[in-house]
């Protein structure tokens, strides 16, 4: 199989990368956003198949039993998210570059996995306050999910450190130029 290069965006729910992540797909660069397996219901407006394959649990076990996962997490109780095989050598076969948008665990282990392929970008948001305040103003989750959301960052936090490169996301448009850099050199290298 041919093989690409896999840019990696890791971070808390609410640090604005999936903002960042659909930046740099604007850009004229042979990438491709790997799409995500989730056991979690689609939200309104999210369409199967491009933002998420959306399964039913026992179909994602069953996945997990087949070893078709490069990596998954039960990111929050009872939901699933995992990157599928099959999706990172779709897009390599087509010349393409993989660019995610995973949790934190996730982007470790995908760089684990493909050392020197990966440039794995962990997205800081400027503090506590901010994040929450993000998490609320998008309206998608319960109060409940908002403080597991808040729970877990806190621990994720402590992971910057271990990844190749970490982007302050407090002005947005800084963090766009700088992310869209550190990509292309990372491409070309
Ligand atoms: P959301 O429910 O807001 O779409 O995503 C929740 C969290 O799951 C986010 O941090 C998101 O980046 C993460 N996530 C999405 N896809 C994957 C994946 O394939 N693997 C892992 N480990 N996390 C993922």
Redesign the pocket.
Known sequence: MKKGKLIVF??P?GSG?TTLVNALLQKNLPLSFSI???S?KPRAGEVDGKD?YFLGSEDFKNKIDREEFV???E??AD?Y???LKSEIERNWEAGKHVIF???V??GL?IKSQYPQETLALFIQPPNKAVLEERLRSRGTESEAEIQERVAKAEKELNAAPKFDSIVINDDLDLAIKEVCEKAEHFLKS
């Open positions: 890791s971070a729910s990368k995500s397996a989730t979690r998420y990596e998954f997490e990111v929050y939901k998210y995992g990157t948008d995973i949790d665990m996730g282990n």
